[in-house]
């Protein structure tokens, strides 16, 4: 498909982060969170409400959005996973045949990580490379004289939902990175139709943003988690370890706070961003001409229920934020409730471009262009989010109302009523179980079922075409220690560039100098 002519006229930019959870904005009811960029966005768009992940993890959900298939088709179904051979169309290809310069700026998590998927380039700045000259933000960092330091994202393996300060200053930050490359990326590209993904690793733990967002939140001003010391025995015994993770099950409310108010600082820092962007856009000329989609790949439990990272069918891990704004398309200032999904936005943005998805099977979502100011042209009922694959698999129906889920390590179920509970406290069908829940609940196995058997993994049903039950005994309910992974760039550095990096001891007492939430001795340093 030879780009002959660009078939729609309208730019797209897409602005994704990492691990936001959909209440962290001012226009999202939040009153302490400073995000006037966003809220800016929301005001001249349109706010997705009820947006989910179909998958709570990173490298799964953004191969979902830019394949707009489910992962049982393009085999991400966690991180880290086998990497088969590319074998359906991305929208970057797409768009770059008929003519729009596609380009990624920050994190994209593609396995190997230059394979460009489409993109005709790639500015990347990942949490974890293989090598230095690998990534373009390493290299600015050599340039601009950082190339001494270890843990450029936060330190991870001993610190990773500790509090720590980033030793990279806001200037050259790496959230403020992602945004001047974008401004550049506008400014050279402005008398040309394109699609840019820029994506911000913030705010994925480590939770370091630099001063003076460091500073910003005062920790006592932060709620503690929601139910955060939850009875063990009402949380699914597959996550039952994730109580403790990183030793955070044994954290005071002053750290817990202090975790918040960085998390927090590391938005604020994200959005000034985005404001710069959005006036950037106003300079150019191009606002009124380019679809700007804000989203994340997923949220994060931040200590509610107990539970920290993804990877959860609860709200506060597959509920995203999500902004739209086309003034010729989306209603400005409106508050949209369709079950909406990252799913959607392939089908959304081919049509704006006015490009037919040529693959198969079908995608599975729909435009968001589908009536007057935004929306779905027919709502949906309910949404199944997913993950993982055999026994690490759950699957959640998801409605305005009811939420089910099911548990294949074990055969957990929950049936959660989110308008009598939004805050997912009471699982209906622990105790004695009343005939109309159970009746609910069966109901919505039978939906999900089907839904596994049309879109899912073939082993999931036993011989008799029930949901299986592996019986894996649950999650070690103990101290976790911590992250385990290291900058493997380091390594891989000729003789004499490592022989001037900063230490692992300097790198650690660097990153939390300033911190009085937790001791050096409390570190689990065999870890």
């Given at each position: 498909?030879?780009?002959?002519?660009?078939?729609?006229?309208?730019?797209?930019?897409?602005?994704?982060?990492?691990?936001?959870?959909?209440?962290?904005?001012?226009?999202?009811?939040?009153?302490?969170?400073?995000?006037?960029?966003?809220?800016?966005?929301?005001?001249?768009?349109?706010?997705?409400?009820?947006?989910?992940?179909?998958?709570?993890?990173?490298?799964?959900?953004?191969?979902?959005?830019?394949?707009?298939?489910?992962?049982?088709?393009?085999?991400?179904?966690?991180?880290?996973?086998?990497?088969?051979?590319?074998?359906?169309?991305?929208?970057?290809?797409?768009?770059?045949?008929?003519?729009?310069?596609?380009?990624?700026?920050?994190?994209?998590?593609?396995?190997?990580?230059?394979?460009?998927?489409?993109?005709?380039?790639?500015?990347?700045?990942?949490?974890?490379?293989?090598?230095?000259?690998?990534?373009?933000?390493?290299?600015?960092?050599?340039?601009?004289?950082?190339?001494?330091?270890?843990?450029?994202?936060?330190?991870?393996?001993?610190l990773y939902h500790l509090p720590q300060v980033s030793v990279i200053p806001e200037e050259h930050h790496g959230s403020t990175w992602v945004a001047d490359r974008t401004i550049d990326f506008l400014r050279y590209n402005r008398d040309k139709p394109f699609f840019c993904w820029s994506s911000w690793i913030a705010p994925h733990p480590p939770w370091n943003p630099p001063e003076p967002f460091a500073s910003m939140y005062e920790s006592e001003?932060?709620?503690?988690?929601?139910?955060?010391?939850?009875?063990?025995?009402?949380?699914?015994?597959?996550?039952?370890?994730?109580?403790?993770?990183?030793?955070?099950?044994?954290?005071?409310?002053?750290?817990?706070?202090?975790?918040?108010?960085?998390?927090?600082?590391?938005?604020?820092?994200?959005?000034?961003?985005?404001?710069?962007?959005?006036?950037?856009?106003?300079?150019?000329?191009?606002?009124?001409?380019?679809?700007?989609?804000?989203?994340?790949?997923?949220?994060?439990?931040?200590?509610?229920?107990?539970?920290?990272?993804?990877?959860?069918?609860?709200?506060?891990?597959?509920?995203?934020?999500?902004?739209?704004?086309?003034?010729?398309?989306?209603?400005?200032?409106?508050?949209?409730?369709?079950?909406?999904?990252?799913?959607?936005?392939?089908?959304?943005?081919?049509?704006?471009?006015?490009?037919?998805?040529?693959?198969?099977?079908?995608?599975?979502?729909?435009?968001?262009?589908?009536?007057?100011?935004?929306?779905?042209?027919?709502?949906?009922?309910?949404?199944?989010?997913?993950?993982?694959?055999?026994?690490?698999?759950?699957?959640?129906?998801?409605?305005?109302?009811?939420?089910?889920?099911?548990?294949?390590?074990?055969?957990?179920?929950?049936?959660?009523?989110?308008?009598?509970?939004?805050?997912?406290?009471?699982?209906?069908?622990?105790?004695?179980?009343?005939?109309?829940?159970?009746?609910?609940?069966?109901?919505?196995?039978?939906?999900?079922?089907?839904?596994?058997?049309?879109?899912?993994?073939?082993?999931?049903?036993?011989?008799?075409?029930?949901?299986?039950?592996?019986?894996?005994?649950?999650?070690?309910?103990?101290?976790?220690?911590?992250?385990?992974?290291?900058?493997?760039?380091?390594?891989?550095?000729?003789?004499?560039?490592?022989?001037?990096?900063?230490?692992?001891?300097?790198?650690?007492?660097?990153?939390?100098?300033?911190?009085?939430?937790?001791?050096?001795?409390?570190?689990?340093?065999?870890?």
């Amino acid at each position: 498909m030879p780009a002959e002519k660009v078939a729609g006229t309208s730019n797209i930019l897409f602005m994704m982060v990492d691990q936001m959870r959909a209440d962290y904005m001012g226009c999202a009811g939040n009153p302490w969170i400073q995000t006037p960029g966003l809220d800016r966005l929301a005001a001249e768009g349109t706010r997705f409400s009820q947006c989910v992940t179909p998958v709570p993890v990173c490298m799964a959900a953004r191969h979902s959005f830019m394949t707009g298939l489910r992962c049982a088709t393009h085999s991400r179904f966690a991180n880290n996973v086998p990497n088969p051979d590319p074998l359906h169309y991305t929208l970057m290809q797409l768009l770059g045949f008929v003519g729009y310069r596609t380009q990624a700026i920050g994190k994209m998590h593609f396995r190997p990580v230059r394979r460009h998927h489409g993109f005709h380039r790639m500015e990347l700045m990942e949490e974890i490379p293989d090598y230095q000259q690998d990534d373009e933000y390493l290299m600015y960092l050599k340039a601009k004289g950082y190339g001494h330091k270890r843990e450029v994202h936060g330190v991870r393996n001993l610190l990773y939902h500790l509090p720590q300060v980033s030793v990279i200053p806001e200037e050259h930050h790496g959230s403020t990175w992602v945004a001047d490359r974008t401004i550049d990326f506008l400014r050279y590209n402005r008398d040309k139709p394109f699609f840019c993904w820029s994506s911000w690793i913030a705010p994925h733990p480590p939770w370091n943003p630099p001063e003076p967002f460091a500073s910003m939140y005062e920790s006592e001003d932060m709620p503690l988690p929601i139910n955060y010391d939850r009875d063990i025995e009402t949380i699914p015994p597959q996550k039952r370890g994730m109580v403790n993770f990183a030793d955070m099950g044994y954290a005071p409310s002053e750290r817990l706070q202090r975790v918040k108010a960085l998390y927090s600082g590391n938005i604020s820092l994200i959005d000034k961003g985005i404001g710069r962007i959005l006036r950037a856009l106003d300079e150019l000329g191009l606002a009124e001409n380019t679809l700007v989609v804000f989203a994340s790949d997923h949220g994060e439990m931040l200590g509610d229920h107990g539970q920290w990272q993804k990877n959860s069918p609860f709200e506060a891990s597959v509920r995203v934020p999500m902004l739209a704004r086309l003034p010729s398309r989306f209603a400005a200032g409106a508050v949209n409730e369709d079950l909406v999904s990252l799913l959607d936005l392939m089908p959304t943005m081919l049509e704006l471009a006015e490009v037919d998805y040529p693959g198969q099977p079908a995608l599975l979502g729909t435009s968001l262009l589908g009536c007057e100011g935004g929306g779905l042209a027919q709502k949906r009922e309910d949404y199944v989010v997913e993950i993982g694959h055999g026994a690490s698999r759950w699957l959640s129906l998801r409605g305005h109302r009811w939420k089910y889920n099911y548990w294949m390590a074990d055969g957990w179920e929950e049936l959660l009523d989110l308008d009598n509970d939004p805050q997912e406290l009471n699982n209906l069908l622990l105790g004695k179980v009343n005939a109309e829940d159970s009746r609910r609940a069966d109901a919505m196995k039978a939906k999900l079922t089907a839904w596994e058997v049309a879109h899912g993994f073939e082993d999931s049903l036993d011989e008799n075409g029930v949901l299986r039950n592996f019986g894996r005994p649950p999650t070690d309910h103990t101290k976790m220690g911590t992250n385990g992974q290291f900058p493997r760039w380091v390594a891989r550095l000729p003789d004499d560039e490592r022989a001037v990096m900063e230490s692992r001891g300097e790198t650690v007492l660097n990153a939390i100098r300033k911190e009085d939430t937790f001791m050096l001795e409390e570190i689990n340093l065999k870890a």
